[in-house]
């Protein structure tokens, strides 16, 4: 019980400015280096020096514990709903993709809850690139054999 405890808290808690300013530079477009970290002008700095060398130079991902927890903690920022599980979690050519199950709509009694499915695209880093919601079901529901 403690394990789960502690589980849920890792996935309630916000970000750090750290990474909301690191997404920031991925989505904003401002950050124009390839793989060597220089920038548009030529000259590199500290902070993409630091940032790709590790990732490139150490040919790391996240593990898939790590990149499962990420998934559920950013997926919660953006639908201000709290995961109740991840259903699959693998590699990509450019990180991972996790599909995560969400608790939508509580009903009486719990079997007839709507839960939804949603397929989250991390990067190497475990940084949410984007997802989508890929199915709802009621709680109750059993996937048809095929």
Do not use: C, F
């Not at 989505?27 to 060398?53: F, H, I, N």
């Not at 903690?73 to 990180?95: D, H, I, M, W, Y």
Request: glycine residues 8%.
């Amino acid at each position: 019980m403690a394990a789960e405890d502690d589980e849920t808290a890792r996935v309630q808690r916000p970000t750090s400015r750290k990474t909301a300013a690191k997404t920031a530079r991925k989505t904003s477009g401002v950050k124009t280096a390839g793989k060597s970290g220089e920038s548009r002008d030529g000259s590199r700095t500290s902070e993409d020096t630091t940032s790709q060398d590790t990732t490139h130079r150490a040919g790391r991902r996240v593990s898939a514990p790590r990149a499962m927890r990420r998934a559920a903690e950013q997926l919660q920022e953006l639908l201000g709903r709290a995961p109740e599980s991840v259903s699959a979690v693998k590699p990509t050519e450019n990180g991972w993709q996790a599909d995560v199950e969400v608790l939508e709509l509580e009903r009486v009694p719990g079997t007839t809850s709507v839960m939804a499915s949603y397929r989250v695209t991390l990067d190497e880093e475990g940084e949410l690139l984007a997802y989508e919601r890929i199915r709802r079901y009621t709680r109750g529901q059993i996937d048809p054999r095929g």
